[in-house]
């Protein structure tokens, strides 16, 4: 299984050898007949600038008479919040802030990368505008929790900036129906998990905080849309192509983007940040198997008809994982260790449960 | 020779009915297969190793639910020697084994000691030195 090659005190690596699978022509061929349908069906997903909200819709406005007291009314909100809940926030932040290496997956996808940063096919178009509308969600956080003062924001800095070093390898290998499972799958995800910090955000009386991990889960919904849709095309295309893809993809597992995630002191940052999403709720071994039953059913995988031998094997693994992983979360609830403390320099070395 | 030395379960094609005081059965039994009766053959070295870990009937129950859980067809041959990887197992159906293996033999098994298991052997002989502690 996936482990990382690491040596004390220096950020993780990828331990798989990297691959690259250059797309068959008439595989391209294909991203290329969907010009039309992708700025029909996947561009109008994408929300005009003019009526986009902005970080500063969500935060004291410098420019304003009341900006210090909304500022002290912020600090005072966060005062209750506790710390475990901000190590969560802290690492949804960070993984947001990991955008270039977001924008840079996507255009290592053949058929559908930006060939020269401006390119105009409505892939191209969609990946610059996604990165664009992601962009707004790190702003959003950095910003709050700089006023919030509860975290320590100079090791947040550092682990960003190691972790935009590491990059990520999704396993994707070039392929964009690949690489276009594994966004729907992460979509909904960021959805799943910035609609659990809304609620608890709000359950800890904090309802600006809400808001904003609500705004920024709308926009995953919309982008988990998209890519989902895309999917769905392919499904019907190239039934046989697409459903090997998804058996490919949740056999390697969807990897979290920020698992290379390091911050100079700890070298189980990302281990322990996830032990603290799952214990909060805020992201679970239950999500995922939620998540891929949730696909599963969105994309008609019981229904595909048409398949090759290797095809209806691939059907047959996937439609029949969900329970298997659930079977494996629940072996692994009930012999779950007693929870232990750690400590976070994200939250000046104070410690949290795991 | 070969294939009946590695494991007694290959002499019964679905289920395994060995029982430890039938290998001496056995041992005859081989004699015959070579058409020689000699009494001093040499007894092959691997049925040595099988005979001194585990025992044959812990090694054939593994067999048995690393068969059902990979759904290998009978004429695959598995044996103590057989690595779960190149059975074509990944790493959701090793842990899935190991709980198999859990509720056949009411044990249960640590994290590290399952990520070291990679032969039927290896999880034969895990099994039985969990049955002596409890």
């Known amino acids: 299984d996936v482990g990382k090659d690491k040596k004390p005190f220096t950020p993780p690596r990828e331990v798989r050898s990297q691959v690259t699978h250059p797309l068959a022509p008439e595989k391209r061929e294909i991203f290329n007949s969907l010009h039309g349908w992708a700025e029909d069906n996947i561009l109008v997903l994408l929300k005009p600038v003019e009526k986009c909200w902005q970080p500063n819709d969500f935060l004291p406005d410098p420019s304003s008479e009341g900006f210090q007291e909304q500022v002290k009314e912020l600090r005072k909100r966060c005062k209750d919040i506790p710390d475990e809940y901000f190590v969560v926030l802290v690492g949804d932040m960070i993984t947001e802030e990991a955008l270039p290496t977001y924008q840079t997956m996507l255009n290592t996808l053949d058929g559908v990368r930006d060939e020269t940063g401006a390119s105009l096919t409505p892939w191209a178009i969609w990946t610059r505008a996604w990165t664009a509308e992601e962009n707004r969600h790190g702003d959003l956080l950095n910003k709050y929790l700089y006023l919030s003062g509860r975290v320590d924001m100079r090791q947040i800095e550092k682990t960003i900036q190691y972790l935009i070093g590491s990059g990520m390898d999704p396993r994707t290998d070039n392929n964009p129906y690949l690489g276009f499972i594994y966004t729907s799958f992460q979509e909904r995800a960021t959805f799943v998990s910035h609609g659990n910090t809304a609620r608890l955000a709000k359950e800890h009386g904090d309802l600006k905080l809400a808001q904003i991990c609500g705004i920024i889960a709308a926009d995953e919904k919309r982008h988990e849309t998209a890519y989902t849709k895309i999917v769905e095309k392919l499904f019907e295309i190239d039934p046989d192509g697409t459903i090997l893809a998804l058996a490919d993809m949740m056999r390697k597992k969807i990897s979290m983007p920020a698992h290379l995630m390091y911050d100079g002191a700890d070298d189980n940052l990302f281990d322990n940040f996830s032990s603290v999403a799952q214990r909060l709720g805020v992201y679970t071994a239950k999500d995922y198997a939620d998540i891929l039953e949730f696909l599963v059913g969105r994309w008609e995988v019981e229904k595909l008809t048409g398949l090759s031998g290797e095809g209806r094997k691939a059907q047959e693994y996937v439609c029949g994982l969900t329970p298997r992983i659930r079977r494996l979360d629940e072996r692994a609830q009930a012999r779950a260790k007693k929870s232990s403390p750690a400590p976070f320099s994200w939250i000046f070395g104070r410690e949290v449960m795991l | ?134």
Do not use: H
């Open chain 2, 1 to 134: 020779m070969a294939s009946f030395a590695a494991s007694p379960v290959s002499f019964s094609a679905v289920s395994c009915t060995v029982k430890p005081n039938q290998v001496s059965n056995l041992r005859r039994a081989s004699l015959s297969f070579s058409g020689k009766s000699s009494p001093s053959r040499r007894i092959p070295a691997l049925r040595f190793r099988v005979a001194c870990s585990a025992k044959p009937e812990t090694v054939c129950k593994v067999v048995d639910i690393v068969r059902k859980q990979l759904a290998l067809p009978d004429d695959r041959d598995v044996s103590g020697e057989s690595t779960f990887a190149t059975l074509g197992a990944d790493s959701l159906d090793t842990v899935e084994i190991v709980m198999g293996l859990e509720e056949e033999f009411g044990i249960s098994v640590e994290e590290e000691s399952a990520q070291s298991i990679t032969t039927v052997q290896d999880a034969a002989d895990l099994i039985e030195k969990l049955l002596e502690k409890k």
